[in-house]
């Protein structure tokens, strides 16, 4: 390269990285690679605008308590789960997670624990913040939330 040919610098995108599974930056050609970081910063917003409704979906069926809120509450989670994994989120994926394993196996009437339900519901509007996969509060609340979610299962007789 000679002192006459222009270089373009690229400041790396962590979060396209971590999508994309490696050095997004030598997968790319510049003009792709920031066509591909403005589509995913410019998706991100209503992503967790659709999050935010799900949760509230979410925490309105855990409040009520009526038959087949159990079935709400498992569908949002799941859907959850599939946003966060788009855009990246791995916290607010694996608070879903929770409540899903929490979920799993029983029925339609089933009435899940107030108490592990809104410990995780808090878990995930925690998850949402950008910073929330290296802030170190946010994994060892996801890890409280498991422990719940496992003691709950086992007081069932579910584990």
Known sequence: MNAETPVELIAP????QRKMGGPASRMLT????RKANAALEEIIPPIDDEVLRLLQEL??????????GR???WNNAHEIRGLAGTVRKICLGQAANLICHYLNDT?????PDQGVMQTIVVV????????????PMIKVMV???????LAQRHREGRD
Do not use: C, H
């Not at 925490?59 to 087949?68: S, Y």
């Not at 890890?143 to 979610?149: I, L, S």
């Open 13 to 16: 995108s962590f979060r396209l």
């Open 30 to 33: 510049p003009e792709a690679y």
């Open 59 to 68: 925490q309105d069926a855990l409040q009520a308590k009526v038959p087949g």
């Open 71 to 73: 079935d709400i509450m």
């Open 107 to 111: 029925a339609s009437d089933f009435l």
């Open 124 to 135: 995930a509007m925690q998850a949402l913040r950008e910073e929330a996969d290296t802030d």
């Open 143 to 149: 890890q409280d939330g498991a422990r719940a979610v």
